[in-house]
């Protein structure tokens, strides 16, 4: 009820005016999609509210209520006036941030903000909503901006406030609009360099990475399972991290993000369920193959072990067993698999002008998802619930 209240009201000081005429259709539109999703997620909200993601948050997380001092991010002046604005979804809290990001032309920060999030809380369920969020808090900029406008006598079209209302509403109608999401999965040995890279695509790309090696812990923490190499790389826990994989990157799907699978995808069987994935999502599909030679592999292993730094467990004995156990990648995988020799690039270009040329790509333009077996056309998506 109070985000539904507070998402309405932004359009108040909107009057068809003749002056800003040009932003009267815009306007009627955004407010049509905001009644109609909050009915949508209506539902949703409420599961949000009931699993007690609604908290007593800062309320109003813009980029003027930030600053970086003493080497570290400080908040303040939230909102106190109001508790129905500071008892929010945290998510809803997080969008303001992430939606002024990409305003100020910074949507890599944004999207490495938002993976971090994702990463630390594993709230992927949120992403649901965060569309309807960050279009939200670009109304708030707007109709702050067009009170200015009418408080300031401002009659100029180009004047500042005017411009930054004109951008807040482009921003909220992006938002609004339905997106194309794309699979991806990395491939390669341990220590291959998939997580630079994956790191890099997801800031570039503003895809969703879902790592194994995080929410392999994250799952054998909330079980209570040892976090033993033995446990964690033992094939049925591999198995069993490969459905996980599935499951959060159906969902991350559904919500109309791109996915980055960040997983060695050694073996066939696991890369096939996400070709299969995609085939029935009907959306492009991509492999991103890194390669190194094995005394790089190995230097790499032992000193990311002397760091003790990395997410991953991964020694030198576990590469033995990899290199033993991989399935090679087969000639209709080919067709879909982009290969970067982490030993001789240099920056992220190749990267980026993968996922440029890969943006283009639509889902019925496919290679290997259309020559899958038959056992493909069987697929069910998987559950959610």
């Given at each position: ?6 998402a ?11 002056k ?6 815009k ?9 109609d999703?909050?009915?949508?997620l209506?539902?949703?909200?409420e ?10 948050c ?8 930030i ?11 939230g909102?106190e ?5 500071r008892w929010?979804?945290v998510?809803?809290?997080l969008a303001?941030c ?10 890599d920060l ?6 971090n ?7 992927y369920d949120g992403?649901?909503v965060?569309?309807?969020?960050m279009?939200?808090?670009?109304m708030?900029r ?5 009170i200015?406008l ?5 009659d ?5 406030s ?16 339905p ?8 491939h390669?040995?341990?220590a291959s360099g998939k997580?630079?890279?994956?790191k890099?695509?997801a800031e ?7 790592r ?6 994250r ?8 976090e033993t190499?033995?446990?964690l790389?033992?094939?049925?826990q591999?198995?069993?991290?490969y ?15 791109s ?5 060695t995808f ?9 070709l299969?994935l995609?085939?029935?999502s009907?959306i492009?599909?991509?492999i ?17 072990g002397?760091?003790?730094k990395?997410v ?6 576990v ?15 080919n067709?879909s698999?982009y290969?970067?020799?982490t030993?001789?690039m240099q920056?992220m ?13 639509n889902?019925?333009?496919m290679?290997?998802t259309?020559?899958l077996s038959?056992e493909?056309d069987r ?7």
């Open positions: 009820e109070s985000i539904s209240q507070a309405i009201n932004n359009f108040e000081v909107f009057e068809p005016n003749s800003f005429s040009e932003w009267d259709s306007v009627r539109e955004l407010r049509q999609w905001t009644i999703s909050l009915k949508t209506e539902s949703f909200f599961k949000r509210k009931i699993e007690g993601i609604v908290r007593e800062h309320g109003d997380l813009h980029l003027n209520n600053i970086w001092r003493n080497q570290q991010v400080e908040i303040f002046d909102i006036f109001n508790p129905h604005l929010i979804d998510i809803n809290d303001f992430l939606m002024d990001l990409e305003a100020n032309e910074r949507r944004s999207n490495r903000l938002l993976n999030y994702l990463e630390q809380t594993g709230d992403l649901q965060l569309r309807f969020y279009a939200y808090r670009a708030v707007a109709k702050v901006n067009r200015r009418s408080q300031n006598h401002e100029d079209v180009h004047s500042t005017a411009q930054l209302c004109e951008k807040y509403l482009n921003l909220a109608e992006l938002y609004s609009k997106s194309s999401p794309r699979l991806v999965i990395m390669g040995l341990s997580s630079l890279i994956s890099s695509l570039f790309s503003g895809a969703i990475r879902i194994s090696d995080v929410e392999r812990k799952k054998s923490t909330q079980s209570g399972q040892s190499a033995e446990n790389y033992s094939q049925n591999i198995n069993k991290t459905l996980l994989l599935l499951e959060l990157s159906h969902k991350v799907l559904n919500s109309g993000y996915v980055i699978v960040d997983a050694l073996k066939e069987e696991n890369r096939l369920l996400f299969n995609a085939k029935a009907r492009p599909f991509a991103l193959s890194c390669t190194a030679s094995e005394e790089e592999l190995r230097r790499r292993l032992e000193k990311r002397h760091q003790g990395s991953s467990d991964a020694d030198g004995n590469l033995t067993q990899q290199i033993a156990s991989q399935d090679a990648l087969n000639s209709e995988e067709f698999t290969k970067f020799d030993e001789k920056g270009t190749e990267v980026h002008q993968f996922w440029e040329e890969f943006s283009r790509v889902g019925n333009d290679n290997v259309e020559l038959a493909a697929f069910e998506p998987w559950s959610t619930d």
